[in-house]
Nanobody
């Protein structure tokens, strides 16, 4: 499994960014994919996860501002970030883990220690 993020950078508060993650080595049919972030001095936290049959989840802090999507044909995962805030400044990681049958995307997202595949991370900096 390989995950390679791109699209990070700088934005003004209120602006938009789109993160991309090129994936290989698995199919969206059997894996949960998601975006996590980690700010300096803080723990890594889940922003959004999605899977076929497992639904889509969002952290309260980004619901209605961020949107996760996948492109099966291109093996890509995206995170559209709108109305960004200075609190969104962090390193963002793409992640993937095999979905356990009958468990939701949110169940997997909530257990960061169980996530076994990570990208290298991409920095997002939002200035006010």
């Amino acid at each position: 499994v390989q995950l390679v993020e791109s699209g990070g950078g700088s934005a003004q508060a209120g602006g938009s960014l789109r993160l991309s993650c090129a994936v290989s080595g698995f199919t969206f049919d059997t894996y949960v994919v998601g975006w996590f972030r980690q700010a300096p001095g803080k723990e890594r936290e889940a922003m959004s996860c999605t899977s076929k049959g497992g639904g889509t989840s969002y952290a309260d802090a980004v619901r209605s501002r961020f949107t996760i999507s996948t492109d099966n044909a291109k093996n890509m995962v995206y995170l559209q970030m709108n109305n960004v805030k200075s609190d969104d400044t962090a390193t963002y990681f793409c992640a993937a883990t095999r979905r356990k049958t009958n468990l939701s995307s949110n169940w997997h997202c909530a257990r960061t220690a169980r996530i076994d595949n990570w990208g290298q991370g991409t920095q997002v900096t939002v200035s006010s």
